[in-house]
Structures are given as structure tokens and as C-alpha cells.
T-cell receptor, first 115, second 114 residues
Framework: DAGVIQSPRHEVTEMGQEVTLRCKPI?????LFWYRQTMMRGLELLIY????????DSGMPEDRFSAKMPNASFSTLKIQPSEPRDSAVYFC?????????????FGPGTRLTVL | AQSVTQPDIHITVSEGASLELRCNYS??????LFWYVQSPGQGLQLLLK??????LVQGIKGFEAEFKRSQSSFNLRKPSVHWSDAAEYFC????????????FGDGTTLTVKP
């Protein structure tokens, strides 16, 4: 298996632009998580899906952030408009079965820089 | 509310020396505990996890962790550190089950001296 795939690996954009991050979970996994990692706040859970349905989006920082999972093999995290404080590494992870009782498999992350 | 504390932000050990990374948690019931490792430029990888049973858990890469309920701790250990173990280590706690969610500690960065 190729593992969790994220694209792009690096994104540099200007303030105010729309940014879309993409994630392909491991085939067969039914949970998908989006995390953000910064030096200041560490690793934060933004949102997670179960069977393509958003379960908990309480970690999404504000309305500028949105996430979708149109099918079991694809998810997007969109920031519109982007701001410099959104600069971070964004991770996608997936797992099978009981969600948090099972191992989360992380993608390599997308390093976002907003100028 | 659940929480995780990793008291050591940065630890330096010599190659071949033993290692212990500390993790303290706060949780109202029996926790589900995890240790993840993050190498530079990579995502997190699970080292080991504890749900129940034997309180000494063996993981990958020669790591082990011991759950001590009385101390609310889940410390990670390795008897002999290798240079390739240099990374950031995260402890996490979760309630388990479909409705739960994990809380991650702030991480401990391990530097290995030759």
C-alpha cells in the first residue's frame, strides 16, 4: 500500500489567495483526520470524518477553513482567504475501524507558507 | 477534559545510552495511550499503544513503554539509543471508541550525540 498521500508537499501563496490541500487515505480506511502542526500550538486536530461524513469539526479555527470528503478515497482542506498565520504543516491521517482506538497512519504533510 | 504533558521539550543522549521520555496524562477513565515518532519532514508514525492488559508494552524499533496508573504516566524507554532515533516524539491519550478523540502532547525532541 502506498500509505496516506498528500499533495502538494509544499505550497507557497500570498495572503488572500485560496489554498486547497488534498489527501488520499489508505484504501479501506473509514476514518480520516486533518491536523495542523505549528511551533506555537503543536499538533492540533482540525476535523475528522467517518465514512465520508464530518463527525467533529470543532478544531477548525474559523470560517475561512472548510473540509470535504466527497468519496472514500479523497478529501480536501480549503483555506479561503489565506492569512500568514495559517502557515503550518498540515497532516492528513487515516485509520480503520474504531477510530481513535486504532493506529492512525499519517501522510507526509503539506508545508504551507502564506506570505 | 483530557490532557497530556511531556515535561521535557528537548533531550540529548549519547549513542548507546539508555533513554526515557516522560509522559503524564489526565483522564477520567481508563485511557488509551499512544507514542508516535516524527522524523524530520515526515508524518507521525506509531511506536506503540496501550489499551489494557500488561502494563509494559513493546513497540517497534526496540521501544517500550510502561503504563503506571498511580502516577498517571506512560513513559517511553529504550535501552540503547541509535543515531537514527533522533526525532520528535509525541505522547497521545484518547478515550477510545468511535466518538472519542486523541489529545497529543507538545512533543519531545531527541538529539543523539555520537
Amino acid at each position: 500500500d502506498a500509505g496516506v498521500i498528500q499533495s502538494p508537499r509544499h505550497e507557497v501563496t500570498e495572503m488572500g489567495q485560496e489554498v486547497t490541500l488534498r489527501c488520499k487515505p489508505i484504501s479501506g480506511h473509514d476514518y480520516l483526520f486533518w491536523y495542523r502542526q505549528t511551533m506555537m500550538r503543536g499538533l492540533e486536530l482540525l476535523i475528522y470524518f467517518n465514512n465520508n461524513v464530518p463527525i467533529d469539526d470543532s478544531g477548525m479555527p474559523e470560517d475561512r477553513f472548510s473540509a470535504k470528503m466527497p468519496n472514500a478515497s479523497f478529501s480536501t482542506l480549503k483555506i479561503q482567504p489565506s492569512e500568514p498565520r495559517d502557515s503550518a504543516v498540515y497532516f492528513c491521517a487515516s485509520t480503520l475501524g474504531q477510530g481513535y482506538t486504532d493506529t492512525q497512519y499519517f501522510g507526509p504533510g503539506t508545508r504551507l507558507t502564506v506570505l | 477534559a483530557q490532557s497530556v504533558t511531556q515535561p521535557d521539550i528537548h533531550i540529548t543522549v549519547s549513542e548507546g545510552a539508555s533513554l526515557e521520555l516522560r509522559c503524564n496524562y489526565s483522564y477520567g477513565a481508563t485511557p488509551y495511550l499512544f507514542w508516535y515518532v516524527q522524523s524530520p519532514g515526515q508524518g507521525l508514525q506509531l511506536l506503540l499503544k496501550y489499551f489494557s492488559g500488561d502494563t509494559l508494552v513493546q513497540g517497534i524499533k526496540g521501544f517500550e513503554a510502561e503504563f503506571k496508573r498511580s502516577q498517571s504516566s506512560f513513559n517511553l524507554r529504550k535501552p540503547s539509543v541509535h543515531w537514527s532515533d533522533a526525532a520528535e516524539y509525541f505522547c497521545a491519550v484518547g478515550p477510545g471508541g468511535n466518538a472519542g478523540k486523541s489529545t497529543f502532547g507538545d512533543g519531545t525532541t531527541l538529539t543523539v550525540k555520537p
